[in-house]
């Protein structure tokens, strides 16, 4: 998991988004990927992406983080590109995977500029007005937090049964990670369930 | 404040785990000792009911966790054995602030609350860093830290150094002995009860001595069928399991 998921403290004044409310952060996005989509500019698409990653020092962070994000996109982007090729042609193939890098890469600096507690504020917020419906805005602002902080969760034990795959001389049979890397995961649901309970976040 | 059990027996899917436990704890420290399977984490989880028990009652000064469980988790903290599985938030001043959400207290003073609980755990460095990855030992401070920030007036803790070096086992112990809560500690490492003002043995869904510390880790030691000496943690002069007598129980 080297997407950039997570908040990274600012580091120098040129970290400008950092200062910047959560809320006008995600407007932004949101505008930025509505207009990236309205255009559908084949030439647009890819220069948004060369864009966004330039707009990374914005947040203290190099164009390297950028690259990374990009890399651990790739294959799904490939895929992606691929099969617009093969459906459409290699304009529709460049479009679409350009948007896509564009919109994750700007929606990394969100998050890397952004305190998960911020977010939590502003989801629960947003989410006020369905408290009429019989919604608890602050449970789902704690369900948005808790889909964060399960991100290295699944990296962990997606780590550990992959330590364990190879520990135990097994080849040839990656599919018997997965069911290790599930009961893992169920195991810290419940977990962080019970720590939730006994900490009186429920 | 006074936790007490009256005959409380609880099993998982048919297998006994307490058998009619009747106690009453109101020491300063208190220590639960025993093997694996004993019972000794089922009894620390039914003290704020995160664990209700099939039959009997547990009350906590007054309060009935079947009842009162909202209000008895705010003066009953909780610390796992595994502080991974505690962290709520991605970094550690965000994961200590999250306990406070609920409290009532202006933003101003969760913040200070925050920061003196950092500082005080040797965590003010780390404010920001992914909880997720700070060493063993930071973590389970984390863990304390987490349940600190609210001040509870008891905190138990479920083997919280079972995962941790002895150094960081050894800061762990230090931390909980400087607390002025009054701490209930299920352990493994006997040495983490010493100097407490009461250390309970269980075995099998029962508690079998309850008294001073030395005198229950000689309990504890015959029970098992080994030296004190090689059941502390730095290891001692024993010479590991006894073959006759008690008999080894792995």
């Known amino acids: 998991m080297t997407m950039a998921a997570l908040y990274v403290p600012a580091r120098s004044r040129r970290a400008v988004l950092h200062r910047l409310p959560a809320g006008a952060k995600l407007l932004a996005l949101l505008v930025a990927v509505c207009a990236l989509v309205a255009a559908a500019d084949t030439a647009v698409a890819p220069a948004s992406a060369a864009a966004a990653a330039l707009l990374h020092p914005l947040c203290g962070l190099g164009v390297r983080t950028a690259l990374r994000t990009l890399r651990a996109l790739a294959p799904f982007l490939a895929a992606i590109a691929l099969f617009q090729w093969l459906a459409g042609d290699w304009q529709a193939a460049a479009r679409v995977s350009g948007q896509l890098a564009a919109a994750a890469l700007l929606a990394a600096l969100v998050t890397a500029s952004t305190r998960v507690s911020e977010m939590l504020d502003l989801f629960e917020r947003l989410a006020r007005p369905l408290a009429r419906f019989g919604a608890n805005p602050r449970r789902v602002a704690l369900v948005l937090a808790l889909t964060i902080r399960c ?13 364990a795959y190879i520990a135990r001389g097994l080849r040839g049979r990656p599919d018997a990670m997965v069911v290790p890397v599930i009961v893992g995961m169920l195991r810290s649901a419940d977990a962080l369930g019970e720590a939730l309970t006994a900490r009186g976040i429920d | 404040m006074t936790l007490r059990l009256e005959r409380v027996s609880h099993a998982y899917d048919g297998r006994p785990v307490l058998r009619d436990v009747d106690l009453e704890l109101s020491e300063h420290r208190i220590g639960l000792i025993g093997a694996n399977g004993s019972g000794k984490s089922t009894l620390a989880r039914t003290l704020n009911g995160l664990v209700l028990p099939d039959s009997g009652r547990v009350l ?4 009935d966790t079947r009842r009162h469980a909202r209000e008895i988790r705010r003066r009953v903290g909780f610390v796992f054995s595994d502080a991974s599985a505690q962290i709520v938030m991605p970094t550690v001043a965000e994961d200590v602030a999250i306990g406070l959400r ?11 609350r925050v920061e003196a609980v950092l500082e005080r755990h040797g965590l003010a460095g780390h404010r920001d860093h992914p909880a997720h990855l700070l060493s063993g030992g930071q973590r389970q401070m984390l863990a304390l830290a987490s349940v600190l920030v609210t001040e509870p007036e008891v905190l138990v803790c479920d083997e919280p150094t079972t995962l941790l070096d002895l150094r960081n086992t050894a800061v762990v112990a230090q ?3 400087e607390l002025p809560q ?5 352990t493994h490492h006997l040495d983490t009860v010493s100097g407490f003002d009461r250390v309970l043995v269980m075995d099998d869904g029962r508690v079998v001595f309850d008294g001073a510390p030395a005198d229950a880790v000689a309990h504890y030691t015959a029970l098992m069928g080994v030296d004190a000496g090689a059941a502390r943690p730095d290891g001692g002069a024993g010479s590991g399991p006894r073959r006759s007598g008690g008999g080894y129980r792995p």
């Open chain 1, 151 to 163: 991100i290295p969760l699944v990296a962990s034990a997606w780590r550990a049964s992959r330590e």
């Open chain 2, 60 to 63: 906590v000064d007054g309060l």
């Open chain 2, 102 to 112: 609920r409290s009532g207290l202006g933003a101003a003073e969760q913040r200070a």
């Open chain 2, 175 to 177: 931390a909980l002995r």
């Open chain 2, 182 to 186: 009054q701490v209930v500690l299920a």
